[in-house]
């Protein structure tokens, strides 16, 4: 772990912005590819968190509405018939039309992934505290 307080900066904290930048940039297009529905409850429940850990920092993007994962994942024969990967514990009944998978958190997680959003967030916040410490700032 590579910790710069003897310079005046913490590279836990300067990690830990830089992937609360990354998370809102997944969380934006989660909120952009999100079904809205009737009321836009799902898309305005899709938040944001992160925490330094003692191995560095996590950041999460979530919802905690109940419904959440029926949206993504679908449900019955329509949820099956989506073909996409979903999480073990999610089934469907084979008994009922249901509705098709509407995915939101998962394509834009992987569009992050893809691109390398994240992780060049994190890097420019550290390069931007590198730079205060070399400035005096």
């Not at 930048?21 to 305005?44: E, F, M, P, S, V």
């Amino acid at each position: 772990m590579l910790n710069c307080h003897g310079l005046g900066g913490d590279i836990k904290e300067s990690s830990k912005k830089g992937l609360e930048r990354g998370a809102k940039k997944i969380q934006k297009n989660a909120k952009y590819l999100c079904a809205t529905g009737k009321t836009g409850h799902l898309k305005n429940s899709i938040k944001t968190k992160s925490k330094a850990t003692q191995s560095g920092a996590e950041a999460q993007v979530f919802t905690n509405l109940e419904y959440a994962p029926y949206v993504e994942f679908g449900t019955g024969q329509r949820g099956r018939e989506s073909n996409i990967d979903r999480p073990q514990g999610v089934s469907y009944k084979a008994n009922w039309k249901g509705q098709s998978a509407q995915p939101y958190l998962t394509p834009a997680y992987l569009h992050a992934k893809n691109t390398g959003e994240v992780e060049q967030e994190v890097i420019k916040s550290i390069q931007r505290d590198i730079g205060k410490l070399g400035s005096g700032k």
